[in-house]
């Protein structure tokens, strides 16, 4: 399966924030889309970073509570890592494992097309599954 295949099954919305956005604003944002990580961008339109739930906890710890007036910028991951839509979702598991990340942006033609995040791929392979159950009990009740 592809990347667009799951982006076809579960939409294109992408929360997104500025780097200049307050982590304070930033966790309001996670908890009103119910996501765990959103992604950065920059005023003119490119990914800038990601910022995750784990960026903030592991922020804090280190600098206390005075994190939560600045700016995204200073906790997002800068590095980010991407897919396309053509890649399969076996490519992303391989990248996402190696990597250690759970949200990866989807990029086509340098534009963010969508996100995908481990949920999304466990959820894909757990429906692959269970479909091949099924095919399986099928052809063993015919047998």
Same mark, same amino acid.
């Given at each position: 399966?592809?990347?667009?295949?799951?982006?076809?099954?579960? #939409?294109?919305?992408? *929360?997104?924030?500025?780097?200049?956005?307050? &982590?304070? $604003?930033?966790? $309001? /944002?996670? *908890?009103?889309? !119910? +996501?765990?990580? @959103?992604?950065?961008?920059?005023?003119?339109?490119?990914? $800038?970073? =990601?910022?995750?739930?784990?960026?903030? &906890?592991?922020?804090? !710890?280190?600098? /206390?509570? #005075?994190?939560?007036?600045?700016?995204?910028?200073?906790?997002?991951?800068?590095?980010?890592? %991407?897919? %396309?839509?053509?890649? %399969?979702?076996?490519?992303? %598991? &391989?990248?996402?494992?190696?990597?250690?990340?759970?949200? +990866?942006? &989807?990029?086509?033609? #340098?534009?963010?097309?969508?996100? =995908?995040? =481990? /949920?999304?791929?466990?959820?894909?392979? @757990?429906?692959?599954?269970?479909?091949?159950?099924?095919?399986?009990? *099928?052809? =063993?009740?015919? #047998?």
């Amino acid at each position: 399966m592809r990347i667009a295949d799951l982006l076809r099954k579960k #939409g294109s919305a992408v *929360a997104t924030v500025t780097p200049e956005t307050t &982590v304070t $604003a930033l966790l $309001a /944002g996670l *908890a009103e889309n !119910n +996501v765990g990580a @959103m992604v950065v961008v920059s005023p003119e339109g490119s990914i $800038a970073g =990601i910022v995750s739930e784990r960026d903030v &906890v592991r922020r804090l !710890n280190e600098h /206390g509570p #005075g994190l939560l007036d600045g700016p995204v910028s200073e906790i997002m991951t800068k590095l980010v890592a %991407s897919c %396309s839509p053509d890649d %399969s979702v076996d490519q992303l %598991s &391989v990248l996402m494992t190696q990597r250690r990340i759970r949200h +990866v942006p &989807v990029l086509a033609d #340098g534009r963010l097309a969508g996100i =995908i995040s =481990i /949920g999304d791929v466990v959820k894909n392979r @757990m429906e692959e599954l269970e479909k091949s159950q099924e095919q399986l009990e *099928a052809y =063993i009740s015919q #047998g």
